[in-house]
């Protein structure tokens, strides 16, 4: 379920989420095989193979919430548990998010026209500035969802929960 924030098996969401990515692939390969057959050709055969290729490529990147984002999440909470994976990975979107801008920058002044890369920064940026928003209300879900899960292993047998501060959020 990738709509909801918490991961419930990590690598399930590796697996849904690769799915995006294989397909640009196999498309691009389609079309790719169907140039080689003479099957297909011309200007829209090149758009498809374009689009498919930047597609899988962006999609891959490693920022919420494109695929390559809940792959990283998910490959991190399975050694470093969800709090410190978020962490991590907003740390990672950052750094993304400025060589995207620079590199847009320089392209758009480049080509005086290609200004692509500046708005894939501007919408995970803003992607960004919204989660930090939510943090508050994931970092509850998430204690809420440990303790939900202590229960299920029969660990817990109590109804409530309490964080302290001086005690790390672990998985």
């Not at 419930?8 to 498309?27: C, Q, R, T």
């Not at 003479?38 to 200007?43: D, L, M, R, S, V």
């Not at 090149?46 to 290729?53: A, R, V």
């Not at 792959?71 to 399975?78: C, E, K, N, Q, S």
């Amino acid at each position: 379920r990738l709509a909801d924030k918490l991961i419930g098996n990590p690598i399930k969401e590796v697996i849904i989420a690769f799915s995006g990515p294989v397909a640009n692939a196999l498309m691009f390969l389609l079309a790719v095989s169907m140039e080689r057959l003479y099957i297909w050709g011309g200007t829209s055969l090149f758009l498809f193979k374009y689009l498919n290729i930047c597609m899988l490529f962006i999609n891959l990147l490693p920022c919420m919430p494109l695929d390559g984002g809940r792959i990283l999440r998910a490959l991190l909470v399975l050694n470093a548990g969800y709090i410190n994976a978020v962490s991590f990975q907003r740390k990672v979107e950052k750094i993304i998010i400025i060589l995207l801008a620079v590199c847009g920058t320089w392209l758009l002044i480049y080509t005086k026209f290609n200004m692509s890369l500046v708005m894939i920064a501007a919408f995970l940026a803003f992607n960004l500035a919204d989660e930090e928003k939510k943090k508050n209300y994931i970092l509850m879900r998430e204690i809420i969802n440990c303790g939900n899960k202590l229960k299920k292993r029969k660990y817990m047998k109590t109804k409530m929960l309490t964080a302290r501060k001086d005690i790390k959020a672990i998985d």
